[in-house]
T-cell receptor, first 112, second 114 residues
Framework: AQTVTQSQPEMSVQEAETVTLSCTYD???????LFWYKQPPSRQMILVIR??????QNATENRFSVNFQKAAKSFSLKISDSQLGDAAMYFC?????????FGTGTSLTVIP | GAGVSQSPSNKVTEKGKDVELRCDPI?????LYWYRQRLGQGLEFLIY????????KSGLPSDRFSAERTGESVSTLTIQRTQQEDSAVYLC????????????FGQGTRLTVV
């Protein structure tokens, strides 16, 4: 079975600084995709960024970027120029064939 | 609709009562998922519907839990004889049936069993 591990239950970052959230996964498949979701206190899960496993280039969305290491099965999220609105739970997810597997989440605090 | 809609937003029920949670997926999304999220924890898969195929019920924690979906429309998650351990946020998500697509989530139903 696919598993997704987020080893950092909590992280904090100073406003305007950079933070990296870690995620590792376990799979025997070669074709899959990976996601980072953000869940603010409103409970609404919002897609932050997506990476296809067959692409070597790391995905980037404005201040959010990933470091995808396929051989190491690692998929970390880097948030640059952190803002107060970035404070939330962040979930890493693995997807294949319409099935999704989520990590346990990292709670990010942004310090003004 | 514009997004996944769940109702009610919050539900308080007495232990032993049955509850029904509703999910309206995005129009055209053939896949629909239910997850449970206990306080401060991750998402626990419950059930997955894909079009008219038999649902994947492998995540349902007990026979008190059941879910229905008619075609590609509304789904209901029913919890019978609720227990305090059922208290959680129940999230619904939908997606298109194609490769490389993400799941779109509703805002969830917060269930409190007292």
């Amino acid at each position: 079975a696919q598993t997704v591990t987020q080893s950092q239950p909590e992280m904090s970052v100073q406003e305007a600084e950079t933070v990296t959230l870690s995620c590792t996964y376990d799979t025997s498949e070669s074709d899959y995709y990976l996601f980072w979701y953000k869940q603010p206190p409103s409970r609404q899960m919002i897609l932050v960024i997506r990476q296809e496993a067959y692409k070597q280039q790391n995905a980037t969305e404005n201040r959010f970027s990933v470091n995808f290491q396929k051989a190491a099965k690692s998929f970390s999220l880097k948030i640059s120029d952190s803002q107060l609105g970035d404070a939330a739970m962040y979930f890493c997810a693995y997807g294949r064939g319409n099935q999704f597997y989520f990590g346990t989440g990292t709670s990010l605090t942004v310090i003004p | 609709g514009a997004g996944v809609s769940q109702s009610p937003s919050n539900k308080v029920t007495e232990k032993g009562k049955d509850v029904e949670l509703r999910c309206d997926p995005i129009s055209g999304h053939t896949a629909l998922y239910w997850y449970r999220q206990r306080l401060g924890q991750g998402l626990e898969f419950l059930i997955y519907f894909q079009g008219n195929s038999a649902p994947d019920k492998s995540g349902l924690p007990s026979d008190r839990f059941s879910a229905e979906r008619t075609g590609e429309s509304v789904s209901t998650l029913t919890i019978q004889r609720t227990q305090q351990e059922d208290s959680a946020v129940y999230l619904c998500a939908s997606s298109l049936r194609r490769k490389n697509t993400e799941a779109f989530f509703g805002q969830g139903t917060r269930l409190t069993v007292v």
